[in-house]
């Protein structure tokens, strides 16, 4: 994502929620409200015309994503799409154009991610984490909502992975699987970072705390 707020558009991807976590990453500092389905149905349809009809003072980001989207759904957003209110962005987020309507698909500018998507480096260092670092980095991430949260999992396994070349051990390995798992149950941000990042404590680090409880 640049600098610019994004505007509205169409995008193409599997990466459903990752796309939908950089979106609300660049639009940080407005109301960003994400609608992640497996398949997106009339009752959700008439829940983002309904938020698109709030009035709004700044951009606002309607953020709808799906494996499918039914044609009822679809045509209940047409007449919004055409004439969004003002300062409403719609993005669609969807794992191909044949789940769109051509009707749908004709109002929206579309891209289409054929490379996965691209993870910043973080300047926190797993290799050498002290406990320090650790609660600095939950303090600055303790208010994640959901989906920033899953993106944010997915850079540091990233950083550890490919930028630090790290070979994770088995419990750290564990603690992603269910950092995946918890996040989608809304487990705070705090609880799930605290969890998985104490994998990566040196031994030295994990003894003095073991020692000093």
Known sequence: MNSELPRSHICITDAIESYAAQITAAAAGHRVI?????DFLIEDARAVVAEAYISEEQEKFLVLG??????????????????PPRH???ILIAPQKLALL???????SIKKLTQPLQYEPLSLSLSRLELSD???????NERLGKHELQYLLE????QAVYVESMVLERGQLEAFELSYRLVRLNVKAQTLLVMLLSTFLKPTTKAVR????
């Open 34 to 38: 994400t609608y992640l389905r497996d």
């Open 66 to 83: 799906a494996k499918s989207f039914n044609s009822v759904s679809q045509n209940a957003l047409l007449k919004m799409l055409e004439e």
């Open 88 to 90: 409403i962005v719609f």
């Open 102 to 108: 051509p009707t749908v698909r004709s109002r929206l």
């Open 134 to 140: 650790l609660f600095d980095f939950v303090k600055a």
């Open 155 to 158: 850079q540091l396994y990233r």
């Open 210 to 213: 073991h020692h000093a409880r």
